[in-house]
């Protein structure tokens, strides 16, 4: 896997926004990024993937810079259920390698 | 509902025992994995089956026995296990093939404690 670098954690209040950034400066340029989020105790819940285009789907959007260097999970409506360990992943060679994630705290 | 289940939800085993995990998924897929998830630590992956072939072994100790009888379970052989294998173990499958396919569907895991 690219290496992916995420800030520990972040809070967002109730009902608004929540941006989570990934830098991934050494991605290549055939290589995906993965978005997985986890609830307590839950198993990984798959998000949203790109390439290169944004991309967005009922559950977020995926905002990728041109260069590629860096992307954006974004929550538009953040809701208290939305409280978990986000992962951003640039996986190869058939595998999925978690890191530490960012651990998002939605305040009511 | 992901599609994924496994069984049991919790299981405590002492050292000497011997028990099975088990996980089912109902979405057609062909790949099948099993992770391991420690207090504080990242997932952590053990073993990947492509079409029931085991294509994956990370450096898993021999007391952990994967069997994948078919794409649709996979278990995990349980014996002689050690305190500091009491983890989450996670279950996920994904469309598998000659692909890669990284968008992943998991179970809720079986909380492991080894006493």
């Known amino acids: 896997d690219a290496k992916t670098t995420q800030p520990t954690s972040m809070d967002c209040a109730e009902g608004r926004a929540a941006n989570l950034p990934c830098n991934h400066s050494?991605?290549?340029?055939?290589?995906?990024v993965y978005w997985y989020r986890q609830i307590h105790s839950q198993g990984p819940q798959y998000i949203i993937h790109?390439?290169?285009n944004n991309e967005t789907n009922e559950m977020a959007s995926l905002i990728i810079t041109e260069d590629r260097k860096s992307s954006t999970l974004i929550l538009p409506h953040a809701t208290l259920r939305d409280t978990a360990v986000y992962y951003c992943?640039?996986?190869?060679?058939?595998?999925?390698?978690f890191g530490q994630g960012t651990t998002l705290q939605v305040k009511p | 509902e992901t599609g994924v289940t496994q069984t049991p939800r919790h299981l405590v085993m002492g050292m000497t025992n011997k028990k099975s995990l088990k996980c089912e998924q109902h979405l057609g897929h062909n790949a099948m994995y099993w992770y391991k998830q420690s207090a504080k630590k990242p997932l952590e992956l053990m073993f990947v089956y492509n079409f029931k072939e085991q294509t994956e072994n990370n450096s898993v100790p021999s007391r952990f026995s994967p069997e994948c009888p078919n794409s649709s379970h996979l278990f995990l052989h349980l014996h002689t296990l050690q305190p500091e294998d009491s983890a989450l173990y996670l279950c996920?499958?994904?469309?598998?093939?000659?692909?890669?396919?990284?968008?992943?569907?998991f179970g809720p895991g079986t909380r492991l404690t080894v006493t």
């Open positions: 790109g390439l290169k």
């Open positions: 050494t991605i290549s340029g055939n290589e995906y």
């Open positions: 992943i640039a996986p190869r060679g058939g595998k999925l390698i």
């Open positions: 996920a499958s994904s469309q598998g093939g000659t692909g890669e396919s990284y968008e992943q569907y």
